[in-house]
């Protein structure tokens, strides 16, 4: 594919990912698991998504190829761990397209959420097929509408009530146990990175612009998650927070600013959205990959002659997307997307492991599997069923290639 996209495009394209899945979707289930200490959670979040962070960075700039980790975990440990980081991603994320799709429906017309969250998907793999540049420039326009209107939220807050010392006061009655489940909830908002990193077929100057757009990107989404966490959990408290479905617009409100609601509304509509068209992105790009090396249908690697795209992998990834988006919650698919997607970054760690300077993928592998496993049980006992699903598919095919020889 052409390498059409910049320093920019890809920092816009990995904020496009975070900021809708973290602002307005995450922020009350951590609360409901960590309470105050939610900002705890947050802090223990980051440090382990700067980990996977710093090694996907040095894994992309000596692969810069479509597939992330896919590839990492392929070249660095065999095709085995790349297969299931591959399997791990494609069916981590398609359940956070599904979720960003459901979030756009429930905010932007809650009584028909399903049917809008079709809608958005089909809509958006059509654009996504005409062009990675079209989708960039989308990208940019939603990032930028979504930080002032968070910015307008703050001061709203903020400027009416000031900080609440008492609601922001640190209490660890959850535990470490819950505190390292909101940490694992939270991590859900620090994945989008990754679609920096599965674009590497198509930026230009990968070795490095993919590791300088990871990190920069990182860093802004960690600024805002935080700046935002703490003017709603000030506003609202911990309890009331972990009880809202829409924790913004309910902090708007409580500040006297009912007005701003259906700003709120409209800025997490745009954020979803762009979150979406980045996971799609990532997700189609992927299992490109994945086919290109025989794991997924052969026919998945066509790049179309004209739009230079992927055009049938992001079908694909369209189809499944809006079927799973008919028929889910988005609450479901959350915690199933961060146990398969933390997985996926384990093996980021262990890949960047064997490059030397160790100390930091070490912190990651481990941060990785300790918040996977805190996770609800539920989710936990799902993404280990599918993971393990993929593992004995691929031994399954590997024997029968074999036998076949």
């Known amino acids: 594919m052409k390498r059409t996209l910049g320093t920019f495009d890809a920092v816009a394209v990995g904020l496009g990912a975070m900021l809708g899945a973290g602002i307005f979707v995450v922020l009350a289930p951590a609360a409901g698991a960590a309470g105050s200490a939610l900002l705890v959670g947050l802090a223990v979040a980051a440090v382990v998504a ?24 392929r070249e660095r440990l065999g095709p085995f761990w790349g297969y299931t980081a591959g399997w791990s991603f494609v069916v981590g994320k398609t359940a956070s397209c599904a979720a960003m799709a459901l979030t756009v429906g429930y905010y932007a017309w809650p009584s028909h959420a399903n049917t809008v969250a079709v809608a958005a998907v089909l809509a958006l793999t059509v654009l996504n097929v005409v062009g990675v540049q079209k989708s960039a420039m989308v990208t940019r326009v939603i990032v930028a509408v979504v930080l002032v209107i ?7 807050v903020v400027g009416s009530s000031g900080l609440d010392a008492d609601h922001l006061a640190v209490d660890f009655d959850a535990g470490a146990a819950g505190i390292l489940q909101s940490a694992g909830l939270l991590f859900f908002a620090f994945a989008g990175y990754a679609r920096i990193a599965t674009l590497g077929e198509e930026v230009r100057d990968p070795e490095r612009a993919i590791p300088r757009a990871i990190i920069v990107a990182l860093g802004i989404a ?11 959990l000030s506003e609202l408290g911990s309890e009331t927070l972990a009880a809202a479905t829409a924790p ?42 994945m086919a290109r090396d025989r794991h997924l249908p052969t026919a998945l690697t066509a790049v179309h002659p004209r739009f230079d795209s992927p055009y049938r992998a992001e079908i694909a990834v369209g189809v499944v997307v809006a079927v799973i988006a008919a028929v889910a919650d988005v609450r479901d698919a959350i915690g199933f997307s961060s ?61 029968t290639s074999d036998a076949n020889r």
């Not at 968070?150 to 709203?156: C, D, F, I, P, Q």
């Not at 960690?222 to 709603?232: E, Q, T």
């Open 50 to 73: 700067y980990c996977n962070a710093s090694s996907s960075a040095r894994l992309a700039a000596l692969y810069p190829q479509s597939g992330g980790t896919y590839v990492y975990g």
């Open 150 to 156: 968070l910015a307008v939220v703050v001061a709203a």
């Open 222 to 232: 960690l600024a805002v998650y935080a700046i935002v966490a703490v003017a709603v």
């Open 248 to 289: 913004l617009a309910d902090a708007v409100t409580a500040a006297g600013h009912p007005g701003l609601v259906p700003v709120v509304r409209v800025g997490a509509v745009i954020a979803a959205t762009g979150s979406l068209l980045a996971l799609i992105l990532g997700v189609s790009r992927t299992t490109l990959a």
């Open 339 to 399: 146990f398969a997607v933390l997985v996926y970054y384990a093996i980021a760690n262990a890949s960047a492991y064997t490059l030397g300077r160790r100390t930091i993928p070490v912190i990651g592998l481990v941060g990785c599997l300790v918040l996977a496993f805190a996770l609800p049980f539920t989710s936990v006992l799902a993404g280990m069923g599918v993971v393990a699903l993929g593992a004995v598919a691929y031994l399954v095919r590997s024997r």
